[in-house]
């Protein structure tokens, strides 16, 4: 190192004294060679940067994009998730609150209707049977009147058949009342 | 004259690996620049342009095997550029950057490829045997110091022009003589001209960094060459079968070393030329201040 050390002041008193030519000969230097080798590396550069670098650096940069890219829409899919979330729960506490609501007035309405139903079964019942107690009534009536017209009948013929007298119908009618008053049922 | 020795393996202990790339033509001529490191750096231009089109086609989102790799050898080479000299100049010296390391990894790997300097020409001892190979068909382009320099001064004219578009002719002057601190009257004098002084010593040292680069780079692989090539000889004259045994088993755990060195010295190299990227285009913090 002492050689090219600008320090030691070596190279000056190398240079002077003509040892180029030496060190020229003995490492084989000339510039024909040292052209073709930097024309070679000339060639290396500009094959690796046209076919590798070039390439391979876009390409790089276009991950880095996409995966930047990728953590970007992550992060707004989860943005978009937690949205969701709240925006679901919002409508599941509503959904929740309306069909609490909805049970409780269709239990009330149903609690109504069927107070309704029932007043009006009542009521049906009611008239059905204060109908029936009419009809059996009148029937009734008319069964003891028949009754009373039977009996009638059976004593004026009795009374006939008795007397040996052919009633007329005022007899008849007069026995028939008489013997409807007094016959009580 | 010391140093120069050093490179001449005269010891009868080190292997004779030649210190420089030898021609594949003796008689030279128009093909005289086609030395061995040449050939093997063509080999490396061809097996880097057929794996980048081969991990760089049908590229995908979900990307394939070599395309895979070399994301990941591209990524952290990014990562670390940026890391060093900003995310604005890296976009500009990545390019540069990326590529000495890459060129400069392959060169140096291939060079423990086996037959790469021990497959050549030399004095005959039988039907395809030599003795000695003086000249290798193949040698790492980065054990040949044309091709190290190229790299260190391709380096250094895209750094000075990174440095001059930066800051421009005379924010540079500014930046490598001008006074810091702010001091004004005496004080302020005194040190403008230690910072002129500093200022040369800068310009220097920026002279004789490609000389830097370009020698340490040259020097380790060289370096491992030298080693593996030895280590690889000691049993030679033991005859056969130890002569193959010792070529295997010696050299056998150098070769991880060197795998480690030349990653390391294309890591280097790479970084240094980031550092030199970064130190020149960072705006002093009062002429930051100025320009607000």
């Known amino acids: 190192m002492e050689l090219f050390s600008p320090i030691s002041g070596t190279i000056m008193p190398m240079l002077a004294a003509g040892k180029v030519d030496e060190m020229t000969r003995k490492f084989g230097l000339s510039f024909p060679k040292f052209l073709a080798q930097v024309l070679i590396f000339i060639a290396v550069y500009a094959i690796l940067k046209k076919f590798a670098f070039g390439p391979i650096l876009a390409m790089l940069e276009q991950r880095r994009q996409r995966i930047a890219d990728g953590e970007a829409k992550l992060d707004k899919i989860a943005k978009n998730l937690v949205d969701a979330e709240l925006s679901a729960k919002t409508v599941l506490d509503k959904a929740n609150d309306d069909a609490t609501r909805l049970i409780k007035e269709a239990g009330d309405s149903a609690k109504s209707l069927t107070e309704k139903r029932q007043q009006e079964a009542i009521h049906e019942a009611s008239h059905i049977l204060a109908k029936a107690r009419e009809a059996s009534t009148l029937e009734h009536e008319q069964l003891m009147a028949q009754l009373k017209r039977e009996f009638g009948r059976m004593v004026t013929d009795a009374t006939s058949r008795v007397t040996g007298k052919v009633l007329n119908t005022d007899d008849q009618s007069r026995i028939n009342q008489e013997t409807s008053a007094q016959v009580s049922l | ?292």
């Not at chain 2, 009257?185 to 001209?193: K, R, S």
């Open chain 2, 1 to 292: 004259m010391e140093l120069l020795s050093a490179f001449t393996p005269t010891s009868p202990l080190l292997a004779n690996v030649s210190s420089k790339a030898t021609e594949l033509f003796h008689e030279g001529g128009v093909l005289a620049f086609l030395t061995n490191s040449v050939l093997v750096a063509l080999v490396v231009l061809g097996v880097v342009f057929w794996f980048s089109r081969k991990a760089t086609s049908n590229m995908t989102l979900i990307p394939h095997k070599a395309q895979n790799f070399f994301e990941f050898i591209i990524e952290f080479l990014y990562d670390r550029v940026v890391g060093i000299v900003g995310e604005k100049q890296a976009k500009l010296a990545f390019p540069l950057l990326g590529t000495l390391f890459i060129y400069i990894l392959v060169s140096n790997w291939f060079g423990l490829i086996p037959g790469v300097g021990t497959i050549g020409f030399g004095d005959p001892v039988g039907p395809f045997m030599v003795g000695e190979v003086h000249d290798p068909l193949l040698r790492p382009p980065t054990a040949d110091l044309n091709a190290t320099l190229a790299l260190s001064i391709s380096a250094f004219l895209v750094w000075f022009y990174l440095t001059i578009k930066e800051l421009g002719v005379w924010g540079f002057l500014v930046h490598t003589f001008g006074a810091k601190g702010g001091l004004k009257g005496i004080m302020g004098f005194v040190v403008a001209i230690v910072f002129l002084f500093v200022g040369v010593i800068e310009v220097v040292s920026m002279i004789l960094r490609p000389m830097t680069l370009s020698v340490r780079l040259y020097g380790n692989i060289f370096a491992g060459e030298s080693v593996l090539h030895t280590l690889g000889g000691l049993l030679d004259k033991a005859g056969y079968p130890w002569s193959f045994i010792g070529s295997v088993l010696f050299p056998f755990p150098f070769y991880f070393m060197e795998l480690l060195v030349g990653l390391l010295q294309a890591i280097v190299f790479t970084l240094l030329c980031s550092v030199y990227i970064q130190l020149s285009t960072t705006h002093d913090e009062h002429s930051e201040e100025e320009h607000h």
